[in-house]
T-cell receptor
Framework: AQTVTQSQPEMSVQEAETVTLSCTYD???????LFWYKQPPSRQMILVIR??????QNATENRFSVNFQKAAKSFSLKISDSQLGDAAMYFC???????????FGPGTRLSVLP | EAGVAQSPRYKIIEKRQSVAFWCNPI?????LYWYQQILGQGPKLLIQ????????DSQLPKDRFSAERLKGVDSTLKIQPAKLEDSAVYLC??????????????FGQGTRLTVV
């Protein structure tokens, strides 16, 4: 069974600074996907970034990038030039197998300080 | 394209009452998920459909929860009778779910259920 762990319940960052959110996972599959989702107070989960396990290159989406360490089963999210709108809950998730079940971590609450 | 639609947004019921939630996934998405998100926690899968068949309902409390996806499109999740511990946000999500590529799940805005 796949598991996802996020060890930082809360983080804060100064506006325009950089912050890194941590995530570790465990899976028995060799083919899987990893995701970071953002959940603002409106509750709607929004995909931030996705990483295919077979790709060695770290995914990047504008100010968001990941550090994917496959051997260590680590998948951290870096947010550069933080903006007030980045404040939200961030969930790390994994998906494995044909069934595509998405398993989520407990989340990290990010605050952005002006 | 239109997103995942859920209704209602909020629901307050007394314990032992019944409640139903509705979800309309993104058009063409074969896979539909219902997640339960208790305050301060990550979403937990309740049930996953592939078209109108159940793929995984191992974490669905079947003595009180039921779900169906008629015609492989819309889905309803029902709780009967509700308990205080069912207070949570119920999220519906959908994904393409077919082929070798695995895509992300798209989520609705959720229904916040309060059981008093």
């Amino acid at each position: 069974a796949q598991t996802v762990t996020q060890s930082q319940p809360e983080m804060s960052v100064q506006e325009a600074e950089t912050v890194t959110l941590s995530c570790t996972y465990d899976t028995s599959e060799s083919d899987y996907y990893l995701f970071w989702y953002k959940q603002p107070p409106s509750r709607q989960m929004i995909l931030v970034i996705r990483q295919e396990a077979y790709k060695q290159q770290n995914a990047t989406e504008n100010r968001f990038s990941v550090n994917f360490q496959k051997a260590a089963k680590s998948f951290s999210l870096k947010i550069s030039d933080s903006q007030l709108g980045d404040a939200a809950m961030y969930f790390c998730a994994s998906s494995e197998g044909y069934g595509q079940n998405f398993v989520f971590g407990p989340g990290t609450r990010l605050s952005v300080l002006p | 394209e239109a997103g995942v639609a859920q209704s209602p947004r909020y629901k307050i019921i007394e314990k032992r009452q019944s409640v139903a939630f509705w979800c309309n996934p993104i058009s063409g998405h074969a896979t539909l998920y219902w997640y339960q998100q208790i305050l301060g926690q990550g979403p937990k899968l309740l049930i996953q459909f592939q078209n109108n068949g159940v793929v995984d309902d191992s974490q669905l409390p079947k003595d009180r929860f039921s779900a169906e996806r008629l015609k492989g499109v819309d889905s309803t999740l029902k709780i009967q009778p509700a308990k205080l511990e069912d207070s949570a946000v119920y999220l519906c999500a959908s994904s393409r779910g077919t082929g070798t590529g695995r895509t992300e799940a798209f989520f609705g805005q959720g229904t916040r259920l309060t059981v008093v």
